[in-house]
């Protein structure tokens, strides 16, 4: 198999991964079976990639990761794959930022913008994805609101409408967000229910169950609690199927909420 015929399965089982297919896990061993030991630097920081997400995705194992993408980024910081490289820099700051390490997450969610190389393949989704998370960043740390808003809305411009609906639908996820951050309901409903119709249009089965649980939170806050409850529950029903601990530990906690 050629290095393009590979990418194009290490690009599927991407997509599997990120939305927490039940074939993704074993389809990525067969994947590590077959080319672990490759001597192709591109295919190598792909397979790691994905390695790293698996992780991330199922486990929600965030110092595997990190430690993960860090030894890639250490052997690879010369390569002429910087854009590769700057999706381990994004993923790796990601995780700070869920640790709660916002400046180590600032940090490597930075060298990731630095490292991207214009013209150069997946160029507009992985800035997309490291402004969105340097938004996440902003509204973890509680920050700055309105620099988090700047980020997302500069991700934005970068998305085609058709060619990047997903990646779309995660900015305007962030932008409820920021807004359930600082009580502006209705705003945020406003971004959900968008985020939540384009998961839907592409069956985005994982997304929709952070949509549906986001829709839950907003209706707890505006004492709609039979809405809160119908959003919650269908959330949880997905997540119980594929969910991480994590989430599925945030659905019953936001379950509770309504009771």
Known sequence: MNTPQLLKLLYTNRELIQRNNIHALE?????????????????????????????????????????????????????????????????????????????????????????????????????????????????????????????????????DDKAHLIYRASCLMGLGNVYINIDNIKEALRYYKLAVDIYEERFDLANMASGYSNLGTCYINLKDYALAEYYLEKSLDMRLKFGTPEHIGTSYYNLSLVY
């Not at 630097?41 to 430690?67: D, G, M, P, T, W």
């Not at 997450?105 to 490291?130: F, R």
């Not at 902003?138 to 411009?157: G, M, S, V």
């Open 27 to 159: 389809h990525l061993h067969m994947l590590q079976n077959d080319y672990a030991n490759s001597t192709d630097e591109e295919i190598v920081l792909h397979l790691e990639l994905n390695s790293s997400l698996a992780e991330f995705h199922f486990h929600s194992n965030n110092n595997f990761v990190i430690e993960n993408s860090s030894k890639v980024i250490s052997k690879f910081k010369d390569t002429e794959h910087q854009n590769i490289l700057a999706r381990h820099h994004w993923l790796v700051g990601h995780c700070h930022a869920n640790k709660g390490d916002y400046e180590i997450a600032k940090e490597q969610l930075q060298l990731a913008l630095q490292a991207l190389t214009p013209d150069k393949p997946d160029l507009a989704t992985i800035k997309a994805d490291t402004l969105i998370s340097l938004a996440m960043n902003e509204e973890l740390a509680e920050r700055d609101h309105q620099k988090a808003i700047e980020y997302l809305e500069q991700a934005i411009t970068l998305l």
